[in-house]
């Protein structure tokens, strides 16, 4: 008897899956085994840049001896095709910024009175990295200067660059001024790769992809690192707080209400409206006992992160949460949203309603986003979950399992939690580093993905790198998949970290697997490695930290763009999966050595767990031997300093009395 293949590693979804099987419902899963992807395509050497095309560049000696029609090489073909990949998830992680910034300008204009300022420190913080003055100046005032200067960054069309690109360690600043690869305007970048990439522009690889390397870096650098500080100071800095994942945060006898997708913007208006008595009493006289909310993908991230709004997981289990039959309404607005669950939701009572004016898919309810009645419409929202809870019925996959999470380790968080107010810093995190007793970090991001035992690889690398003392954060489906597995509590520390890890993790009364945030939040991982630079003792720079990023399951070309801007910026990154240039040599050897050589950074792509983590840990040892740090001996540490305790901390807080430094 052949063993059954199982679809996803998560046995809560799974049950799901199999409950779906047998009641005739099809999922990604399911599509997944059925749509073999084209192995021409798949491998980048296919291109349909024009309409002499679609060229297939294939056959014996393809990369020295196809030719398109136009005679593009394969080289050319695979490059081109990459750098519109990290256009479009650079243009995604943008787009949702510039929101996110016009939401920030309106709110100083007194344009959004739904909205407000929540973290005015913070606002003071990017005040301070744009030289704006704030002292003595009302908060609007500031606000309007920052939201105006953030929005420049898009259309910028003279000379100058993105403004965040000077919180980068000096170092890595200069290595891309030297290749020529500072972006100036995000807009100007992402419209520059779509005319390189034209029948008939740009045609050497390595120029092709140095522009690729520029246009992540107006993601990372700009949109993204954008939305998250933006986001920080209308909704307030993460800090750490309980929350729960995984299918069984929706209840029987509750309105369930689901927020998915990418801007927080509305989300945060339907936590708000969610808890008002009036809601509450309108819930009830349905029938119900309240209402739950929870969330899915990136949006769950953004209101986990801030509220501790429970999760009910990532990509893949969209269509599984509708699955449980316990889902009143699911709001979806940009990114990540699979159409398929509208059709979904018509096997069960599930209202989809779609909120963006960019986003619509037919058969959903489009109820497009108005920030300037935003609670309004977050309370239509909750009403029209709350009239459809009568129509349950009892079918569906009902699932109990849940796991408690503590998520919220923003950068300004990490830094208090290493000394408190008056003494944040990242000292205690290097110095156990420069100790061995954290051998190094890694950034575990992207997507899950229903190719693989869906979220598998994320719970296989976050056990064992964690197990052999590195550190990790995790961010957007990484999170989830961590989450809904149990993984994110500080006791996972004392059952699965190495010693020095664990040691560590203890004295500062942190989880081994910090979740810091969604995919944009990815941006905090830049800033904490450029925090780790300018406080010494590791690389002056990102490049030749001990330190690699890790997208496992990814499939979104966000992650592409995450996963280059990562190594623009001085990260080895490792992506599981097929690489969607693995057609050309010539491509893979600009990605991994050129981009080492220039900038200490590479791409790879690994389909083998067991390799990325073996690749992983020889990049981190490999950095250590160039710091000449103590050499790693797993459980060979010396505790040479005492790390301050939680108690200790607040302790000395108390006496001092200053503000916390973090958000809310
Ligand atoms: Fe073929 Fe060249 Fe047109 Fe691409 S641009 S489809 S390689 S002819
Ligand atoms: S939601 S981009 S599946 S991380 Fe940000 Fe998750 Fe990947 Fe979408």
Redesign the pocket.
């Known amino acids: 008897m052949t063993e059954k293949k199982i679809k996803s590693a998560n046995e809560a979804a799974e049950k799901i899956i199999e409950w779906g099987e047998a009641h005739d419902m099809v999922t990604c899963f399911e599509r997944a085994e059925k749509l073999k992807p084209c192995p021409i395509g798949a491998s980048g050497a296919c291109?349909?840049?024009?309409h002499?095309?679609?060229?297939r560049l294939v056959g014996k000696n393809a990369e020295e001896a196809a030719r398109?029609?136009?005679g593009?090489t394969l080289a050319t073909?695979a490059a081109r095709n990459l750098l519109r990949m990290i256009a479009a998830g650079s243009a995604a992680h943008s787009d949702h910024a510039r929101g996110m910034a016009y939401t920030l300008l309106a709110v100083a204009n007194g344009e959004a009175k739904d909205f407000r300022i929540t973290d005015v420190k913070k606002l003071y913080r990017v005040a301070g990295y744009l030289d704006i003055e704030f002292e003595g100046r009302e908060v609007n005032d500031v606000a309007r200067d920052v939201a105006t200067r953030l929005i420049e960054d898009f259309g910028r069309q003279g000379t100058g660059h993105v403004n965040f690109l000077s919180r980068a360690p000096e170092k890595t600043q200069k290595r891309w001024e030297k290749w020529g690869i500072k972006p100036r305007g995000v807009d100007r970048e992402i419209v520059e790769a779509m005319h390189r990439t034209c029948?008939g522009v740009d045609h050497d690889p390595d120029h092709i992809l140095l522009h690729g390397l520029r246009t992540a870096l107006t993601d990372g650098w700009g949109g993204s690192m954008i939305s998250t500080d933006i986001t920080d100071i209308l909704f307030g800095t993460p800090a750490p707080v309980k929350a729960e994942a995984s299918f069984g945060i929706f209840e029987e006898n509750m309105v369930n209400l689901v927020v998915h997708g990418h801007e927080p913007l509305l989300a945060e208006m339907i936590v708000a409206a969610v808890s008002e008595s009036g809601m509450v009493e309108y819930a009830k006289s349905k029938g119900a006992g309240g209402i739950n909310l929870g969330g899915m993908c990136c949006t769950a991230n953004e209101v986990l992160m801030r509220h501790g709004i429970p999760t009910a997981g990532g990509f893949t289990n969209q269509e599984l949460g509708i699955m449980t039959g316990l889902v009143d309404a699911i709001t979806v607005d940009v990114q990540c949203i699979m159409p398929a669950i509208v059709e979904l939701s018509k096997k069960f009572h599930t209202k989809v309603i779609t909120t963006s004016e960019k986003a619509m898919i037919p058969g959903a309810i489009h109820m497009e986003f108005d920030e300037e009645r935003a609670m309004e419409m977050a309370r239509d929202v909750v009403r029209l979950a709350c009239d459809n809870f009568p129509n349950r019925t009892t079918g569906g996959s009902h699932i109990t399992d849940k796991f408690p999470v503590i998520g919220g380790f923003s950068h300004e968080y990490i830094e208090y939690m290493q000394g408190g107010s008056w003494r944040a810093s990242f000292r205690p995190l290097n110095d156990a580093i420069m100790a061995g007793r954290i051998r190094g970090v890694v950034g575990l991001a992207g997507c899950d993905n229903p190719r693989v035992p869906s979220t598998g690889i994320h719970k296989f690398l976050a056990t064992e790198l964690i197990k052999h003392d590195v550190l990790v954060l995790s961010t957007g489906c990484g999170s989830a998949a961590c989450g809904t597995a149990g993984y994110l509590t500080p006791e996972m520390a004392l059952e699965n970290a190495g010693l020095g890890l664990r040691e560590v993790c203890e004295a500062i009364g942190i989880p081994p697997i910090l979740h810091v945030g969604s995919c944009v939040d990815n941006s905090r991982i830049l800033t904490i490695a450029s925090a780790m630079a300018a406080e010494g003792g590791l690389s002056d720079e990102i490049g030749g930290m001990p330190a690699v990023g890790i997208a496992p399951e990814w499939m979104s070309e966000k992650a592409i763009a995450i996963g280059v801007y990562f190594a623009a910026s001085g990260l080895p990154v490792i992506f599981g999966g097929e690489s969607p240039v693995e057609a050309s040599r010539e491509v893979t050897r600009i990605m991994t050595e050129v981009w080492f050589e220039r900038f200490m950074g590479a791409l790879h792509f690994e389909p083998d767990p067991e390799k990325i983590l073996e690749m992983t840990l020889d990049y981190i040892d490999k950095a250590r031997e160039r710091l000449k740090l103590r050499k790693y001996e797993p459980g060979k540490f010396a505790a040479e300093r005492v790390l301050l305790s939680m108690a200790d901390r607040r302790k000395l807080d108390k006496e001092a009395k200053p503000h916390l430094g973090v958000g809310g």
């Open positions: 291109c349909k840049a024009c002499m095309g679609p060229c398109g029609v136009c593009a073909v029948i």
